[in-house]
């Protein structure tokens, strides 16, 4: 059995991917040490995040990643005890997928990720959170309604 914990939130105005690959390097560095895996999505300002491995690390990461001031509105989506890793092998998998992809990827994407999250096969309520969201914010349907991202 493994832990898993999904959550999105919001990044400060003006992060920039100098932030995002420090935050990628220090989770890299830190999840490999401690058989943390996991996928981190960054699309117009939003992250997605999917966490997994023992139970105790993974809510100590998630209670230090809440008081990052790199993002807010820190929204914990789901968290169980699993079977299987879905990220087994990565310490974490990254996605910051093009604000100029073209329509035609971009439906075939998201068409993908519709299909992740309603895949009898994916192995848990969690990890269907996770790409349910990732769908979501993909999609541009947003998350939060109190600032408009353009």
């Not at 068409?111 to 848990?124: I, S, Y």
Request: charged share 25%.
């Amino acid at each position: 059995m493994t832990f898993q914990l999904t959550y999105r939130s919001e990044a400060i105005e003006g992060i920039s991917m100098e932030h995002i690959n420090t935050i990628l390097q220090t989770s890299r560095k830190f999840n490999s040490a401690h058989n943390i895996t996991g996928c981190l999505i960054f699309y117009k300002g939003f992250f997605v995040q999917l966490l997994e491995g023992n139970e105790e690390i993974v809510k100590a990461l998630f209670d230090n990643i809440e008081g990052d001031k790199r993002h807010n509105n820190v929204d914990l989506l789901s968290q169980e005890q699993v079977e299987q890793r879905v990220f087994d092998g990565w310490d974490m998998a990254f996605l910051n997928p093009s604000e100029e992809v073209t329509n035609g990827k971009r439906e075939a994407l998201l068409g993908t990720l519709d299909e992740l999250a309603k895949d009898e096969k994916t192995p848990n309520f969690t990890s269907k959170v996770f790409w349910y969201n990732v769908e979501t914010l993909l999609s541009d349907r947003g998350f939060y309604q109190s600032r408009s991202r353009e």
